[in-house]
């Protein structure tokens, strides 16, 4: 027999005798009994034996925490005739309930120490985890679950060891300062923000200054930040708006995108780059930004979304609802819809100059028609028929041809979006 074994059952096999002599209130007694069976009373008080099977089976199954028992004892100052509290804390150490959390490649895996069970059935049931037979572990599904899961998991009378090496909170080297002031309507967006526990959507116009509202929740927090644009023009004037707005060096914020990849406490990063290098990226910053959010449910997007551990989120949109319903997916990825003011709104309070909208109707250009139909002969060949999310798999896989037809797709998005005569309507 091992020498832990042996002590194991050394503690197993003592008895644990304990006085208390005062009054106890009838929910601790509740608690009490399931760790302790009642033994009479005599001139030294009320006379307790510790039940360590009931105790074990009870930690087990959630129904009492290790910090009950210790409040119970030490509150009521139990005097121990047999055994002692530091044989009792062995025990709780040794049978508390426990999770062991770590990475593994991509995955994140949680190998507990005892049958779960019901308790985290809702978690299973809503596919936040999945049970692993062959390897007996719970894998989260999407990194994004992280923090919540550890959180749930330590309320439900867990004790969570966190080998991931994950931080809620990693600070800016510097506490940045916010040059600007916000409009009324930034603040009461900010502070819609803020009482959602530092996450959600908002959803302004065009020329609002959602950018401006965002550089105030950067300083405000004062942790790393991850900022996703849809284009490298607009990565550049988040730059250059950071760098007016904020006390913030040049050298804390970083450019990721192309064959321009740094990373620093403030990195911004094209949504192609944040694609592909997200599982990279994710570790290093606790705040998720992302612009032209109305992009981020597409099927290749939400990949950055779902793969980013950053418990803090902000997503920015002019155009918040899609036609295609798909904003409902927006609001789960990144904390709901907080704020939203239409332009009509803004205008009639004398933020925006007033307008009409006038919906002019445009054809591709003869020679953008050829360049999109050669694109998408390339695609559809690329894509040996293979469905967009099934491409996207393969991607991740680094399959050459998936990656190729991907940036077609993109690039034929492109054409439509930048078309020669929409531009000049």
């Not at 999945?130 to 572990?137: I, M, S």
């Not at 779902?306 to 609001?331: C, P």
Request: charged share 30%.
């Amino acid at each position: 027999m091992k020498l832990s074994e042996v002590g194991t059952q050394r503690v197993l096999s003592q008895e644990f005798v304990f006085y208390i002599d005062e009054w106890i209130d009838e929910e601790d007694y509740e608690l009490l009994k399931k760790f302790a069976r009642y033994l009479g009373r005599d001139r030294r008080g009320s006379k307790f034996v510790i039940d360590v099977n009931r105790l074990i089976e009870n930690l087990r199954k959630g129904e009492i925490k290790p910090d009950d028992v210790i409040d119970i004892l030490t509150g009521y100052e139990a005097e121990f005739v047999s055994g002692s509290m530091d044989g009792v804390m062995e025990i709780l150490n040794r049978y508390i309930p426990r999770i062991y959390v770590k990475r593994v490649g991509h995955e994140i895996l949680l190998q507990p120490n005892t049958y779960l069970g019901d308790t985290v059935k809702d978690l299973r049931e809503s596919g936040v985890l999945k049970y692993d037979k062959d390897r007996r572990v719970f894998v989260l599904t999407k990194p994004m679950y992280f923090f919540e899961v550890v959180h749930t998991l330590r309320t439900r009378g867990f004790e969570v060891v966190d080998e991931t090496g994950f931080k809620d909170r990693i600070p800016l080297p510097i506490k940045p300062t916010f040059r600007g002031s916000l409009r009324e309507y930034q603040k009461e967006a900010l502070e819609a923000w803020r009482r959602n526990n530092y996450r959600g959507v908002i959803s302004l116009p065009t020329g609002a200054g959602k950018t401006i509202i965002a550089i105030a929740a950067i300083c405000e927090l004062s942790i790393r930040t991850l900022i996703v644009t849809y284009t490298k023009e607009q990565m550049f004037q988040w730059e250059e708006k950071l760098l007016e707005f904020t006390n913030i060096p040049k050298y804390m914020v970083g450019q990721f995108y192309g064959e321009s990849k740094r990373v620093a406490p403030i990195t911004i990063a094209t949504y192609q780059s944040a694609f592909r290098y997200i599982e990279m990226l994710s570790p290093y910053f606790s705040l998720l930004i992302v612009d032209e959010a109305h992009h981020l449910p597409a099927d290749k997007f939400k990949h950055i979304a779902e793969n980013a551990i950053a418990r803090y989120r902000m997503a920015l949109s002019a155009t918040v609802v899609r036609e295609d319903g798909k904003h409902t997916e927006l609001f789960a990825l990144m904390g709901g819809l907080v704020y939203h003011k239409s332009a009509t709104a803004l205008a009639d309070e004398g933020y925006l100059a007033p307008f009409r909208i006038i919906t002019v109707k445009v054809a591709l250009t003869s020679d953008e028609k050829l360049r999109y139909r050669k694109l998408l002969e390339e695609y559809r060949k690329l894509a040996s028929g293979h469905t967009f999310e099934e491409l996207l798999t393969l991607a991740k896989h680094r399959d050459p041809k998936a990656i190729e037809a991907i940036r077609i797709r993109s690039e034929l998005i492109q054409l439509v979006h930048n078309a020669v005569e929409k531009l000049e309507a």
